[in-house]
């Protein structure tokens, strides 16, 4: 029986004109084939851009956002704002009706501030990176729910704690959660150049499918390098959090969605979790 599809989309995918055009019809295709689709967004370009229109510093230490109050208050205004709109309207010229919301709402994503850290590249002392969140839980009830009434939720990724401070909450964390939560068909990551390849510029090196293992080795012994990496790192993150299958794909094709789901291997890249070690030595 189709399941659940959570989707999840950065702010540099809905930069690309091509991945743009193709998202609402590969959503309206998963729901025409039976499958019920939750969407989780980011929207890390958009919020700098608007910091900048603003003039409000862009504070990064190692590629890592520092958030202070302004900052926060521009990616309310970008991701929960104007991407949240703008992606349900994308998709309603689609057919896929949608219902935005922000996962600071009803305790949708319940987070907490992120602990310092000692970044690579940044000495040995740890960061605080501000107003920055781990999700500790999601509201997969709620999220049910609201699948319940007929439209995709498209959630974008902020938080908040009990005492309704926001954060700033990863959009991959916020989906990983997602996905375990509601036992998920699968975890799709949105991602230009559609999956894992050993050489970045070329298809026909397409990793069609890794366990954790297998993905941990690629990374290792560089049979996989440059810009593969982070998604593999996310893939990896996405698993370790309880979900079943993750897909690396790109939605620039008119059915890569479904064709992934119903012929895995065919499109993108799988990332699935090793073996339990009972089985494999059944083996």
């Given at each position: 029986m189709p399941g659940i599809v959570v989707v999840k989309i950065g702010g540099e995918i809905l930069q690309d004109d091509r991945q743009r055009s193709g998202l609402g019809p590969n959503l309206r295709d998963l729901r025409k084939a039976g499958r019920e689709v939750v969407v989780v967004h980011?929207?890390?370009?958009?919020?700098?851009?608007?910091?900048?229109?603003?003039?409000?510093?862009?504070?990064?230490?190692?590629?890592?956002?520092?958030?202070?109050?302004?900052?926060?208050?521009?990616?309310?205004?970008?991701?929960?704002?104007?991407?949240?709109?703008?992606?349900?309207?994308?998709?309603?010229?689609?057919?896929?009706?949608?219902?935005?919301?922000?996962?600071?709402?009803?305790g949708l994503v319940r987070a907490r501030k992120q602990a310092p850290l000692i970044v690579a590249g940044a000495g040995d002392k740890p960061i605080d990176f501000g107003l920055v969140g781990e999700v500790e839980g999601v509201a997969s009830g709620l999220v049910a729910g609201l699948l319940a009434l007929g439209p995709v939720p498209v959630i974008a990724a902020l938080g908040a704690d009990?005492?309704?401070?926001?954060?700033?909450?990863?959009?991959?964390?916020?989906?990983?959660?997602?996905?375990?939560?509601?036992?998920?068909?699968?975890?799709?990551?949105?991602?230009?150049?559609?999956?894992?390849?050993?050489?970045?510029?070329?298809?026909?090196?397409?990793?069609?499918?890794?366990?954790?293992?297998?993905?941990?080795?690629?990374?290792?012994?560089?049979?996989?390098t440059g810009v593969m990496i982070p998604r593999i790192d996310e893939g990896l993150r996405a698993v370790a959090a309880g979900v079943r299958s993750v897909l690396l794909a790109d939605v620039a094709e008119p059915g890569a969605l479904c064709q992934a789901l119903a012929q895995p291997g065919a499109v993108g890249t799988w990332i699935v979790p090793d073996p339990p070690a009972a089985a494999a030595g059944e083996e």
């Open positions: 980011g929207g890390g370009p958009q919020s700098s851009e608007l910091q900048d229109r603003l003039g409000i510093p862009l504070k990064q230490v190692a590629s890592r956002r520092i958030v202070d109050g302004a900052t926060l208050d521009a990616a309310k205004q970008a991701v929960a704002g104007q991407l949240n709109v703008d992606i349900v309207a994308l998709l309603a010229r689609a057919g896929v009706p949608a219902l935005g919301v922000a996962g600071a709402s009803a009990e005492q309704g401070q926001v954060y700033d909450v990863g959009a991959d964390a916020v989906a990983a959660a997602l996905a375990a939560a509601l036992s998920a068909e699968a975890l799709v990551l949105i991602s230009a150049g559609g999956g894992i390849r050993r050489e970045v510029e070329h298809a026909d090196t397409r990793i069609a499918s890794m366990t954790e293992a297998e993905a941990r080795q690629a990374v290792a012994s560089s049979a996989v």
